[in-house]
């Protein structure tokens, strides 16, 4: 017992007494742990501000604040120009979405009349998918009077050529 309690301390002796390792060497040049400094992040609205209180005190006069100026009016042809662009893409995007809806309701009264023919329950097919179809036909009527109105609208709004 005697000899082991010697071993360790004989081992702890030699621990004590051993060099550091190049980390703890580092850390202890280092100086410990760093305090924390309070540095603020400068701003656009900081930099603004030294900017207008170097130029005056650069000046020794006061900065007076910028006058803002006011809008030029557009030409009347441009203004006519920008509206009718304007115009012109209102009424495209009305076209496009008017051909979307034809579209999606071609395919759902296609879809309709393919579940009317698949369905074996004639009591079924004829008083729910026949409604609904025909409810889809009418829709698909509207969207298609929108779509010519909406191209009408486009082509009018075209430039004519000579």
Same mark, same amino acid.
């Given at each position: 017992m005697k000899?082991?309690?010697a071993l360790a301390v004989l081992l702890v002796a030699i621990a004590g007494h051993a060099e550091d390792s190049p980390l703890v060497k580092a850390a202890k040049e280092n100086g410990g742990p760093k305090k924390k400094t309070t540095k603020k992040a400068i701003t656009n609205a900081d930099v603004k501000k030294s900017a207008v209180k170097s130029s005056a005190t650069?000046?020794?006069?006061?900065? !007076?604040?910028?006058a803002e100026t006011p809008a030029v009016p557009m030409p009347p042809a441009i203004a006519d120009q920008s509206k009718l662009v304007h115009a012109r893409a209102d009424a495209q995007k009305r076209a496009d979405d008017a051909q979307i809806k034809v579209n999606d309701l071609d395919k759902e009264l296609d879809r309709l009349e393919q579940s009317y023919y698949a369905e074996n329950d004639p009591n079924y097919r004829d008083k729910t998918i026949a409604a609904r179809f025909?409810?889809?036909?009418?829709?698909?009527? !509207?969207a298609r009077k929108e779509?010519?109105?909406?191209?009408?609208?486009l082509e009018k709004l075209q430039p004519k050529e000579p």
């Open positions: 000899k082991l309690l650069a000046t020794g006069a006061k900065v !007076a604040p910028k025909d409810q889809t036909k009418l829709q698909l009527e !509207a779509l010519a109105d909406a191209r009408d609208a």
